[in-house]
T-cell receptor
Framework: KQEVTQIPAALSVPEGENLVLNCSFT??????LQWFRQDPGKGLTSLLL?????REQTSGRLNASLDKSSGRSTLYIAASQPGDSATYLC????????????FGTGTRLKVLA | EAGVAQSPRYKIIEKRQSVAFWCNPI?????LYWYQQILGQGPKLLIQ????????DSQLPKDRFSAERLKGVDSTLKIQPAKLEDSAVYLC???????????FGPGTRLTVL
């Protein structure tokens, strides 16, 4: 059974810092991995999607890496801003035949001005 | 383009009562998902519809939960009777068919007393 874990559960950093969020999964046989952002009282927004054959994806100040063999992904946020404050979730898709995602527990990020 | 709409946004009921949530997906989206997100956890897929048909309901507690998607558009998720452990945010998402991009609604926060 696939389990997805995110560490740390919460993180508070001063504005301008570069930071790394971690995601680990127990079954390396994944199809792809997504990073989402969730703001309080709102739904999820997809940030980055990495296919199993890829090593990393970049969007603006965000960079996500994937090491399938070790069951790990990281989300790197450069020059953090107060507007980055949110909960970040990673999710893995099991296989090509399903669009079902298994979500991690999330990291709650607070960027202090 | 209007996003995914959900109602109500908040609901408080007593255990053993019934409750229903409504979701209106983005126009033209064939696939609709219902997720349960318990506080401090990631979303868990309850049921996935493709047009009118159910694709995956393996994690839906069918003894008390039911869902329908009439005419392949709106969907309703019902809980009858509710238990204390059903307290959670219920998220609806939609996608344009076979794609990884899901658009999430703001969710309905259910509190069972």
């Amino acid at each position: 059974k696939q389990e997805v874990t995110q560490i740390p559960a919460a993180l508070s950093v001063p504005e301008g810092e570069n930071l790394v969020l971690n995601c680990s999964f127990t079954d390396s046989a994944i199809y792809n991995l997504q990073w989402f952002r969730q703001d309080p009282g709102k739904g999820l927004t997809s940030l980055l999607l990495i296919q199993s054959s890829q090593r990393e994806q970049t969007s603006g100040r965000l960079n996500a890496s994937l090491d399938k063999s070790s069951g790990r992904s990281t989300l790197y946020i450069a020059a953090s801003q107060p507007g980055d404050s949110a909960t970040y979730l990673c999710a893995v898709r099991k296989g090509a035949g399903t669009y079902k995602y298994i979500f991690g527990t999330g990291t709650r990020l607070k960027v202090l001005a | 383009e209007a996003g995914v709409a959900q109602s109500p946004r908040y609901k408080i009921i007593e255990k053993r009562q019934s409750v229903a949530f409504w979701c209106n997906p983005i126009s033209g989206h064939a696939t609709l998902y219902w997720y349960q997100q318990i506080l401090g956890q990631g979303p868990k897929l309850l049921i996935q519809f493709q047009n009118n048909g159910v694709v995956d309901d393996s994690q839906l507690p069918k003894d008390r939960f039911s869902a329908e998607r009439l005419k392949g558009v709106d969907s309703t998720l019902k809980i009858q009777p509710a238990k204390l452990e059903d307290s959670a945010v219920y998220l609806c998402a939609s996608s344009a068919g076979n794609t990884d991009t899901q658009y999430f609604g703001p969710g309905t926060r259910l509190t069972v007393l």
